[in-house]
Nanobody, 114 residues
């Protein structure tokens, strides 16, 4: 069983930065990794994706501000979040897919407020 653990969330002022981490319990180099978020009362949305080959994609709302990256030695994927806006406030979830596997982390709260 693969487990994902998110960390790095918290309270930040508008314009600030956070780096979220998602640590896998096993090697994650072959996984397609995703970051989703879900704001209170809203649908879950895809924020960023990273293929095993290093191809990345981002939601239009975060392009130019967020960066997804991997550290294979640490079995960890990151989401660097810059120029944060109040509308970025949400619970952020890490997700990994490979073959038939589909694994989710527990989520980490990000709150952007002054």
């Amino acid at each position: 069983q693969v487990q994902l653990v998110e960390s790095g969330g918290g309270l930040v002022q508008p314009g600030g930065s956070l780096r979220l981490s998602c640590a896998a319990s096993v090697s994650s180099s072959i996984f397609v990794m995703y970051w989703y978020r879900q704001a209170a009362g809203k649908q879950r949305e895809l924020v960023a994706a990273s293929s095993s080959g290093g191809i990345t994609n981002y939601a239009d709302s975060v392009k130019g501000r967020f960066t997804i990256s991997r550290d294979n030695a640490k079995n960890t994927v990151y989401l660097q979040m810059n120029s944060l806006k109040p509308e970025d406030t949400a619970v952020y979830y890490c997700n990994a897919k490979w073959s038939w596997h589909d694994v989710w982390g527990q989520g980490t709260q990000v709150t952007v407020s002054s």
